[in-house]
């Protein structure tokens, strides 16, 4: 079974860069597509940005060019460099697959203050 546990939120101001980290146990995470995903209050869960295992990424439109994905294969990690953030990014941010597969990690918690 995959356990996903993420790290690295808090509060920080407008402007501010946080940097977030998935750990993956329990699955060939080298071959796995991967994602960070996040919910904010009364919204649905939403994908952020993918990482194939090649390296190739994508971004959700709101987040291109203030976010970046990257992952260490020897390490089983993920991460989200989080740069220029805004109120709206407020959420607790989660990874997993992509497509999500299986149970989710307990997330992260990102405040954002304007």
């Known amino acids: 079974q995959v356990q996903l546990v993420e790290s690295g939120g808090g509060l920080v101001q407008a402007g501010g860069s946080l940097r977030l980290s998935c750990v993956a146990s329990g699955s060939i995470f080298s071959f796995d597509t991967m994602g960070w995903y996040r919910q904010a209050p009364g919204k649905q869960r939403e994908l952020v940005a993918g990482i194939r295992s090649g390296g190739i990424t994508n971004y959700a439109g709101s987040v291109k060019g203030r976010i970046t994905i990257s992952r260490d294969n020897t390490k089983n990690t993920v991460y989200l460099q989080m740069n220029s953030l805004k109120p709206e990014d407020t959420a607790v941010y989660y990874c997993?697959?992509?497509?999500?597969?299986?149970?989710w990690g307990q997330g992260t918690q990102v405040t954002v203050s304007s």
């Open positions: 997993n697959r992509l497509p999500p597969l299986g149970s």
